[in-house]
């Protein structure tokens, strides 16, 4: 697997998690997914797929009652 597709698995990982209302495992998903994406190693092609991983986190901190670090994403 390219780190990309690895990327894309957690990332659907962290949609599964987040319809299952478990938000903190939603965000370690996510936190994975963009540490992925943004490693150079991955040349991630799509800055946009970065700010989508960040928008999902950003929704995940606030349904887990962590607005401090939604706001420090933002």
Do not use: M
């Not at 928008?55 to 994403?73: H, V």
């Amino acid at each position: 697997l390219k780190l990309n597709q690895v990327a894309s698995i957690w990332k659907d990982l962290g949609g599964h998690y987040f319809k299952l209302n478990k938000f903190d495992k939603a965000i370690d998903a996510y936190k994975q997914t963009i540490d992925i994406l943004t490693n150079p190693i991955a040349r991630t092609e799509s800055r946009s797929a970065v700010f989508v991983v960040y928008s999902n986190l950003i929704i995940c901190y606030r349904k887990a009652g962590k607005p401090l670090e939604a706001i420090s994403l933002a």
